[in-house]
């Protein structure tokens, strides 16, 4: 059974950082890509981050490119997201997955595994 477990939210002031971890349970890097997904108020969850299936190759949205970094940590079986400048509009739940598109081409965010944790919430504040 495939299980994600999200943590590292919290709150910041704009321009801050925070890193969250993503363990998953009942599957590894070599299975699957991983994406970082995010729902922010009153919009729909979308995908914000992937990295390829075993190699270190990532993609990202464009309204996180330069600020967000994605990295894997494979030995512990985690997936990282590491958030720098970060804006109010970042503010919203975060949460991995995932994804069965292995190069991240496309739109992977519509590829994923349905199996999402409880995601982690990060607030930044003005």
């Known amino acids: 059974q495939v299980q994600m477990r999200e943590s590292g939210g919290g709150s910041v002031q704009a321009g801050g950082s925070l890193t969250l971890s993503c363990v998953a349970s009942?599957?590894?890097?070599?299975?699957?890509?991983r994406g970082w997904f995010r729902q922010t108020p009153g919009k729909e969850r979308e995908g914000i981050a992937c990295i390829m299936f075993s190699v270190d190759r990532t993609v990202y949205r464009e309204s996180v490119k330069g600020r967000f970094t994605i990295s894997r940590d494979t030995a512990n079986n985690t997936l990282l997201l590491q958030m720098n400048s970060l804006k109010p509009e970042d503010t919203g739940m975060y949460y991995c997955?995932?994804?069965?598109?292995?190069?991240?081409?496309?739109?992977?965010?519509?590829?994923?595994?349905?199996?999402w944790g409880q995601g982690t919430l990060v607030n930044v504040s003005s």
């Open positions: 009942g599957l590894t890097f070599d299975d699957f890509a």
């Open positions: 997955a995932a994804v069965r598109r292995l190069d991240c081409s496309g739109p992977w965010w519509d590829y994923t595994l349905d199996t």
